[in-house]
């Protein structure tokens, strides 16, 4: 399995308060991605990664903020947590777009 | 950026092929297919990718006819475990501007 890990794996958090979640890769992968997955709902981007310091945003990028000060972690923000945000999220890494993705293990954030 | 259609859901029974097809009518010169699967609780996985007429491996058959405006993803003989969801993405793999977008993908039921 490609080294992609997700942290924390499990959450609930407060309306209102901050949550960072955390994607690590070891593959020296330049694009990483996170995705927002509710319940039988396909996934949809929220941001991407093409480079350390180079993001942008995806499909559902509002509330959202993200940033890569090196190749192996892509940090995803949620400012200020709301329960529309309650859902499961995803990390992938890939060489470049359109090449073979790898995702992470997911992380479940419950807003109450 | 392509857009894809697929059915949303499909019913089979063990043993039986199972054809999925998806339509990507604005496809590009420069854009690939890519499949991928997503079993409840973990995150997607590649499955195949092609650009014209016919790829294989040891996991399904990729059928793209030579309009490339549809493909087909093929499974022989499926069983249990091969119920998922199976997303068709559409993009040129090495755009930068390809944002690793998924559909709603195709929920595939396989009964006994």
């Known amino acids: 399995d490609a080294g992609i890990t997700q942290s924390p794996r499990h959450k609930v958090t407060e309306t209102g308060t901050p949550v960072t979640l955390r994607c690590h890769q070891t593959e020296n992968h330049r694009y990483m991605y996170w995705y927002r997955q509710d319940p039988g709902h396909g996934l949809r981007l929220i941001h991407y990664?093409?480079?350390?310091?180079?993001?942008d945003k995806g499909e559902v990028s509002d509330g959202y903020s993200v940033s890569r000060s090196k190749t192996e972690d892509f940090l995803l923000t949620l400012e200020s947590a709301t329960s529309s945000q309650t859902s499961v999220y995803f990390c992938?890494?890939?060489?470049?777009?359109?090449?073979?993705?790898?995702f992470g293990q997911g992380t479940r954030l419950t807003v109450v | 950026l392509a857009k894809t259609t697929q059915p949303i859901s499909m019913d089979s029974y063990e043993g039986q092929e199972v054809n999925i097809t998806c339509s990507h009518n604005?496809?590009?010169?420069?854009?690939?297919i890519t499949w991928y699967q997503q079993f409840p609780s973990q995150g997607p996985r590649f499955i195949i990718q092609g650009y014209k007429t016919k790829v294989t491996n040891e996991v399904a058959s990729l059928f793209i006819p030579a309009d490339r405006k549809s493909s087909t993803l093929s499974l022989p003989r499926v069983s249990l475990s091969d119920t998922a969801v199976y997303y068709c993405l559409v993009g040129a793999a090495r755009d930068s501007s390809y944002k690793l977008i998924f559909g709603s993908g195709t929920r595939l039921l396989v009964r006994p």
């Open positions: 990664s093409y480079g350390v310091k180079d993001t």
């Open positions: 992938a890494i890939s060489e470049s777009p359109g090449t073979e993705a790898f």
């Open positions: 604005n496809i590009a010169t420069n854009d690939y």
